[in-house]
Each structure stands twice: as C-alpha cells, then as structure tokens.
C-alpha cells in the first residue's frame, strides 16, 4: 500500500480519474493531487524538493509550482488556486500564480517609475516626494520589506545619518511596480483598518489614513502623469477600486482665543516676539505655516489694513485660490506697524533665508515654528497640528461673524466643503427656546 510519500509522478496523477470522498473546496481533496516534478541529470532520475499540482478548467490544463515541501502547506495553496482559477478563469488565475518571467522583467521597479515621474511629468517635486512616501508605505507593506524586523532594526528606516534610509530605500524602491494590484490594494486597506482594532475612534483614524494613502498614491497613475512616462508600466493597480469615504474630520474646537491671545501677549510679545508674531500670523489672519514663513513686509499693505497672498519670488501658493487678500482688523494693523518699524528684513517673520528648491517641508523659521508649538501644548492646545488649529480658529471666528463663504475666501480654500466639513466649528449658540408657560397653556387646552 502506498502511503502519501510514495506519492505517484506527474504524469501518473495527470492520468487520475479525479474521483474523491471530500469537496474540491476542501484541502483534503487535494492532498492526493500532489506530485514531485522530476529531472534527470547524469543519467539519474530525481524530484525536486517542493510539490507541484496540476489543475484542469475549461478544456485546459496547467501545472502550478506550490512553493513548499510540506504537504499540508502545499494542500492549502493548491486549493487557494483551485477557487481562484474557478471564479476568475485563466488569464487573471496565470498572472497572479504563474506570472511570465519575461513579461514580469520588463515591468519597471518602484524606484524607476518614481524617478521618471519626477523627470517628464507636470507634478511639482514637493508633489511627487508626497506622493512617494504614500505609495513606498503601500509597497513596503505590500512585499513585507519590514517583516520580522524588532527594535532598532524596525527604526532604521528612519536612520538618514548611517544609512539606515537608503538601505530601506533601495528594497522598496527595488520592487517591481505591479506589487501593487486592485486586488493587492483592497486587501491592504482592509488589513491597515484592521489593525486598529474595535476602538471607533482609532478605527476611524485608520480608516482616513488609508484613504489618504490611497488617494495620494493613486494620483501618481492618472493619465496625464503616466501618459508621458517611458517606462514600463503594469496595469492601472487602482483601475475599479473605490476609495470608501470616511467622513470628514470635523474640527472641534479646544481653543479659547481670546484667552490665548491674552497669555501670549503676557508670556511672548516681550520675551519671545517672533513667537508671538507667528501666533498672531496664523490666528489673525488665517495663515498657512508655509504662507506666513515666507510672508513679506511687501505683502502688507498698512494704509488700507489688509496682507496679500500672493505668489512671490519665495514662494509657490498651494493652489490658485490659495492666493487672496486678508482684510485686518485697526488692532492688528497697530501689531504688525511696531513689528515694521523693527525689522530690517523683507519677511516679515526672521528667519533664514528661504530654499525655494527644497523637496521638503522646509521652513525658513524652523526653530519659531517648534518653540510656538510646544508654548500651545503647554496651554492645552491638543490638536496633532497645533500650530495649524490656530488657522482652523481663525476660519470659525470668521464663520460665525460673516458666514461660510466668507471663512472659505479668509483661508483660501477651492471647495466650500473643505471649509464647512474641515475647518469650521460653532463659535456662537444656536438654542431651541419655548416659553415655560407654552407646556402649561397646553395642557389647559386639552
């Protein structure tokens, strides 16, 4: 009597009936499928280490390499490729299981398709180098670059002193461009959300940074952007996956500015005034971090009391209506004339000078930026971006006193629903208010 390692050759279990007690669905029935490949080689017969299976579907029949020497294992995968050939057919079935190597060469690796994006396409560096990050986190998760590494090892991809980055780098940047598949991308959105738990706020975060991430990412394959790349492309891994809305992130205010105003004109405006003019920047008049970092004295129009954002030597605006005139306020305008009247330099903020070429977030006045920001958490500012709910309470204060579409045209923004889903809280009550006497004059009625 046989037993299961005496299993048959190939050619013998081609020639099976197919009969069997248990399911096709089930990995017992493919147990007795599995055979050894032979070869010969000087003159001697003998089997390679991993099983193999053979599978037949419409007339068709093909041989799939299982990648393993145990058989349990071996089992699971033929069965896996058995449901997938039944309800995909042949030619997603040999793409995903037995892709051609020849075809596969000639797909450009991640590094190559980043690089001739940054070369031909119309996207900004700072746009791409975004991008990037998104879809080398996809990638790196994807091929398990960062598997099994604890400790120290799991950190170097942050090491950009020792080498730690590059070494990261080149791995993800090594990989082939179709890791990434419409089904490859749903099955790594569903594992980030995952992870998060059953927490419904953690759960919730995850959810929009997977849908950040995919979005990001996704930008890179549009057809303007691939159209002009020379590249090898694989198809569109984002061709019919639907990016499922999260819901926007509601601002909920945390802040009281005039309370905030008054502790930094006690705590700043004479010891740290840099600090306190960055607060006032961001909170007075609605700007971004990068807008009143390179903000010029020349922006600022004192005898009509209003700051422009425009675009300058220095600086790029986000978008085109990103660009717009800020109206101040008597008391703002008598800040920011002391403020002139001691500065010798065209920003108005001191700072370096600015790196228009930078790829990064780069800042002329970093160091402003980071001792303002730990001041806000020092006063209970919990928002991950402090510095930016100073913009967030500026748009809101606007709201309340004129109206969303004024709060739109104050920080800038293209669609009102960034402004009214993002940005905005309630600053003023809004009450239901029924006389007492209502429910007793009622109640005679009846």
Known sequence: MKTFQD?????????????????????????????????????VRQ??????????????????????????????????????LDANGWELTLAKFKPNPMVKADICTVGEFLADVIERSHLKPMTVRRYAVKLRKMVADLAKVDAGARGKAKRAKYDYVNGGRKVWLAKVDGQPLDTLTPENVNAWRNRYVTKAGSDP?????????????????????????????KVKLPANPFAGVKLKDPGAARYHSEINPEWLLACAARELREARPQEYLALFLCLWAGLRRKEADLL?????????????????????????????????????????RRFK???????????????????YDYYRCDRIWRDLNAWLRGKGVRQQKAIHALRKESGSLVASNFGIEAARQHLGHRDIRTTSSHYVDKKRRVEVSIPMGAASQLKAVE
């Open 47 to 84: 089997e390679v280490g991993e099983w193999s299976v053979r599978l037949q579907h419409l007339a068709r029949r093909e041989a799939f390499a299982l990648d393993s020497a145990n058989a349990s294992v071996a089992a699971i995968k033929a069965k896996e490729i058995a449901t997938y």
């Open 201 to 229: 706020v953690a759960r919730k975060s995850a959810e929009r940074s997977a849908a950040s991430y995919m979005r990001c990412a996704r930008a890179l394959f549009t057809p303007d952007v691939t159209s002009v790349l």
């Open 296 to 336: 010029m004295w020349e922006q600022v129009d004192l005898k009509q009391r209003h700051l422009s954002v425009r675009r300058t030597v220095h600086f790029e605006p986000k978008t085109e209506e990103s660009q717009r005139t800020i109206d101040l306020s008597v008391e703002a305008v008598d800040v920011l």
């Open 341 to 359: 009247k001691e500065s010798a330099s065209e920003f108005v903020l001191a700072g370096a000078q600015p790196n228009i070429a930078a790829t």
């Open 7 to 43: 299993i048959k050759s190939g050619q013998e279990v081609a020639k099976q009936s197919g009969q069997a007690a248990t399911s096709r669905y089930h990995v017992d029935y493919w147990k007795d499928r599995l055979y050894r490949k032979t070869f010969t080689r000087a003159g």
